[in-house]
């Protein structure tokens, strides 16, 4: 976030590259910046003639540099975004004359996402030299709580770490989608609140009591009456609660389950840190562990291997239901 910060105040402050080109797994941040530059760079008025977007599914390389090497009507420079230019990766090197010379009135700005360009090639070099490169990389799960702590304690809001979990397990690593859910609740929620479980629920449409997170905590805890609500709560909401992500939690579960058997240093932020966790949590790894001693962890991990692959259809004809109540008895027993 802090490169994105930089890139941003440089451009609010005039510092502003010819060439921006955005690329990685990541679309969040490379909607951030493109954005940014599409509001900013040019006052109102001077966008109807200097600024233009084009897709590269629609355009090629030729039409790009043709339109780059315009020069600006009745203002300073001109602003052209490209989106969706992975679209071009098959012929994106033809930009590298352009790119070793660009135009310094026009703003390129090409947004290539999910794809990167090979640091070696003389594109990427020349872009970084004439230009700025910036590679949005996607977060794995263990980081994106930390990340929402960030972007909420920037407006002024908290969130408790059920919460914050809840939002993690529910939408995985899509920042879009988790920064869309956060504004939604910034709209509702005065300055200063912490954001709980019960506003999720209630905002966003995740059950705080039904719910993956809940299910991981009361397979740890053994609580058989609790898992037996949970899954037929899923059995009867099966679009909201698909098996391959039940299947996919648990199976990260037992996995950091087993590593923590494994951990020499087990004081609370060696776990936090070895397993990819809020120490918030760690008692109740810890207590998981007690319940599911290593051979009984790989036993599990066995088990939900074999139920991924029957949800797949391979080897079974058993709804997903069954497949969900068969699995967590063999857990559980």
């Known amino acids: ?39 900013n760079v040019l006052e109102e008025s001077e966008k109807g003639f200097n600024q233009q977007v084009m897709y590269g599914r629609d355009t090629e390389i030729e039409d790009i540099i043709s339109t780059a090497k315009r020069y600006p009507m009745m203002a300073e420079r001109q602003v052209l975004i490209i989106k969706e230019a992975q679209d ?16 310094p009135t026009t703003v390129l700005v090409l947004n290539y996402k999910y ?26 799960d263990n980081q994106v709580g930390d990340w929402i702590l960030r972007v909420l304690s920037v407006k002024k809001y908290k969130i408790e770490p059920k919460a914050s979990q809840m939002l993690v397990e529910f939408l995985g690593t899509d920042l879009s989608k988790i ?54 709560y899923f059995a009867e909401n099966p ?52 319940n599911y001693p290593m051979r009984k962890v790989a036993q599990v991990i066995a088990f939900l291997r074999d139920a991924d692959v029957k949800s797949k259809g391979v080897g079974a004809s058993q709804s997903h239901r069954d497949l969900l109540k068969e699995l967590l008895f063999k857990i559980l027993h």
């Open 179 to 232: 920064a869309n859910e956060l504004e939604k609740l910034m709209l509702i929620l005065p300055k200063g609140s912490i954001i709980s479980d019960k506003d999720i629920e209630d905002n966003i449409g995740i059950s705080k009591d039904f719910n993956n997170f809940e299910l991981k905590k009361a397979v740890g805890e053994k609580n058989i009456l609790k898992v037996n609500r949970i899954i037929n």
């Open 1 to 39: 976030m802090n490169e994105i910060r930089t890139i941003l105040s440089d451009i609010k402050k005039g510092n502003i590259k010819p060439i921006y080109f955005l690329m990685g797994e990541e679309p969040y941040y490379i909607d951030i910046i493109s954005d940014y530059i599409e509001k």
């Open 115 to 140: 794809k990167k360009l090979d640091k070696r090639k003389k594109l990427h070099k020349a872009i970084a030299k004439s230009g700025l490169v910036y590679e949005s990389k996607k977060l794995y």
């Open 88 to 103: 071009l990766s098959r012929h994106i090197d033809k930009l590298v004359g352009y790119a070793e010379n660009p135009q």
């Open 239 to 290: 679009k909201k609660n698909p098996l391959v992500m039940t299947i996919s939690l648990l199976n990260n579960y037992f996995t950091q389950l087993l590593l923590l058997h494994g951990l020499k240093d087990k004081s609370k932020s060696s776990v936090a840190k070895n397993l990819g966790v809020n120490p918030y949590f760690v008692d109740e790894y810890f207590s998981a562990a007690k």
